[in-house]
């Protein structure tokens, strides 16, 4: 009897260790969540948010010119409800993985089919529906990452950067 309480009570410590291990909230990058309607479209971004931690993001951290998850942890995710238009560009409706590439003077914005994989390390070109291009500028400092959605426009903030994203 002892023999079978110990080893149940084995049992249940490590399911609770790893239960708290899946409670993505407590992770360095906690999840985040922005939604609203633009136009007819309801639009959400999901994302991990991390946290500058007094480092150099921008060809740091974040290296240029290469495809970033746009966020820790699983790739950003950006769904639509109709079609729309990205600085212009047609979007169907759906759900995407959403990936930059950031450079120096202007960034490559990805809209990837893959909606549902871990950070850029599976990402693949061949699956983007739609890239554009956006101009980033100057903010006030955004200690963690954000999205924002100010009337017709997607807004990308971390650090001093601000990368808006026009939606018709």
Not at 1 to 27: C, E, F, P, W, Y
Request: without cysteine; proline residues 5%; glycine residues 8%.
């Amino acid at each position: 009897m002892t023999h079978s309480l110990l080893t149940l009570t084995m049992i249940l410590a490590i399911s609770v260790v790893a239960g708290a291990q899946d409670n993505k909230a407590d992770r360095p990058s906690p999840p985040a969540e922005v939604s609203a309607t633009i136009g007819e479209a309801n639009i959400t971004i999901s994302y991990s948010s991390p946290a500058v931690k007094d480092r150099k993001v921008w060809g740091g951290l974040v290296p240029y010119e290469k495809v970033w998850r746009t966020g820790a942890n699983e790739a950003t995710v950006f769904e639509t409800s109709a079609d729309i238009k990205v600085n212009g560009s047609d979007l169907p409706a759906g759900k995407y993985g959403l990936f930059t590439i950031p450079g120096e003077e202007t960034w490559t914005v990805v809209f990837n089919s893959v909606s549902d994989q871990w950070g850029s390390y599976n990402y693949n070109s061949s699956k983007d529906v739609l890239r554009v291009t956006a101009t980033p500028g100057e903010s006030a400092f955004q200690e963690r990452m954000r999205f924002v959605i100010e009337g017709d426009q997607v807004v990308f903030e971390w650090e001093r950067l601000r990368l808006p994203l026009t939606i018709k």
